[in-house]
């Protein structure tokens, strides 16, 4: 059992950036995949970014590469995203989320909360 909370989400200006964080309790947390995926109003969930246990792969959107990075610290059971050069269509819930298996997805087994970015001026 993995229990995810997410922090960091807020109202921010196009062009601007956040970092996400994302903390698990469980001592099983290196053994996930760690996953961003976010959902917009009247949209369905997308895949944002996903992470190996041991950090050594990542997985991004074609929409977000280059943009954001994923990241993890298994010594403090967190995973990050940091989101730069922020565009309004970015704005949505992005939700933290753990699977055994990496891959490009939305199906995963632990989800968070979610928390709220908003690119507006």
């Known amino acids: 059992q993995v229990q995810l909370v997410e922090s960091g989400g807020g109202l921010v200006q196009p062009g601007g950036s956040l970092r996400l964080s994302c903390a698990a309790s469980?001592?099983?947390?290196?053994?996930?995949?760690m996953y961003w995926i976010r959902q917009a109003p009247g949209k369905e969930r997308e895949f944002v970014a996903a992470i190996s246990w041991s950090g050594g792969t990542t997985y991004y959107a074609d929409s977000v590469k280059g943009r954001f990075t994923i990241s993890r610290d298994n010594a403090k059971n967190t995973v990050y995203l940091q989101i730069g050069s922020l565009k309004p269509e970015d704005t949505a819930t992005y939700y933290c989320?753990?699977?055994?298996?990496?891959?490009?997805?939305?199906?995963?087994?632990?989800w968070g909360q979610g928390t709220q970015v908003t690119v507006s001026s």
């Open positions: 469980g001592r099983t947390f290196r053994s996930y995949a």
């Open positions: 989320a753990a699977d055994p298996l990496l891959r490009v997805g939305v199906r995963c087994d632990y």
